[in-house]
């Protein structure tokens, strides 16, 4: 009965490979999130998905490419992996209908690029 | 630039005992504040959310206050247990209509100690 769920909750790789990250929600939500956290706990937005269409892109290096099959997916790949790239990322989701639309968060997906 | 500062950066308390932490915010337009606990290794819960017209808000031991004025919130723990070890994230929500952008906070890390 997991809310927010990911794959998988860890990663490790070397630079230059490319990897991809799976986020799935069965709340119903109709807007999807990437965020990193780095080393230093902060979380920051990368994307963020509405009915499939990208509504926010935060600087992110074009090295990151999020997908979105259906509202109850939001993928992220990335090419090329750098060292700076070693974060733990989360997927979560909330409803826009709602109102202060709460988040819900994954357990995150601890990527590590040597 | 928007930003969302917390203090203490660590804070270390015996069991049983109160603690309050701080949030300091400059986030325009202003929408909401939401306070997260994040266990370590897990994602981030949210704890409460307050809106511009709400100036305190509570959630079983957990009672958040807002000043919108000055632009502050806290967060009080009352009789803490060694399960409330773990981050507190302030949040702030920007934007007034439709997708909002959360700005987080680096969070104040919370032990209890028996």
């Known amino acids: 009965d997991t809310a927010v769920s990911q794959t998988p909750k860890y990663l490790v790789t070397q630079m230059g490979n490319d990897k991809s990250i799976k986020c799935e929600q069965n709340l119903g939500h109709d807007t999807m999130y990437w965020y990193k956290q780095d080393s230093k706990k902060f979380l920051k937005i990368m994307f963020s998905?509405?009915?499939?269409?990208?509504?926010i892109n935060e600087t992110v290096p074009n090295r990151f490419s999020p997908k979105s099959p259906d509202k109850a997916h939001l993928n992220l790949h990335i090419n090329s992996l750098e060292l700076g790239d070693s974060a733990v990322y989360f997927c979560?989701?909330?409803?826009?209908?709602?109102?202060?639309?709460?988040?819900?968060f994954g357990p995150g997906t601890r990527l590590t690029v040597t | 630039k928007n930003q969302v500062e917390q203090s203490p950066q660590s804070l270390i308390i015996l069991e049983g005992k109160n603690c309050t932490l701080q949030c300091n915010y400059t986030v325009s337009p202003f929408s909401n504040l939401r306070w997260y606990k994040q266990d370590t290794g897990r994602g981030p819960v949210s704890l409460t959310i307050m809106t511009f017209s709400e100036n305190t808000k509570s959630n079983g031991r957990y009672t958040a206050t807002l000043d919108a004025d000055t632009k502050q919130s806290s967060l009080h723990i009352t009789a803490s247990q060694l399960s409330d070890s773990a981050s507190y994230i302030c949040v702030v929500s920007a934007g007034d209509t439709g997708f909002q952008k959360l700005v987080f906070g680096t969070g104040t890390r919370l032990l209890v100690s028996p």
């Open positions: 979560a989701s909330s409803s826009r209908g709602a109102s202060p639309y709460e988040q819900y």
């Open positions: 998905y509405n009915n499939k269409e990208l509504i």
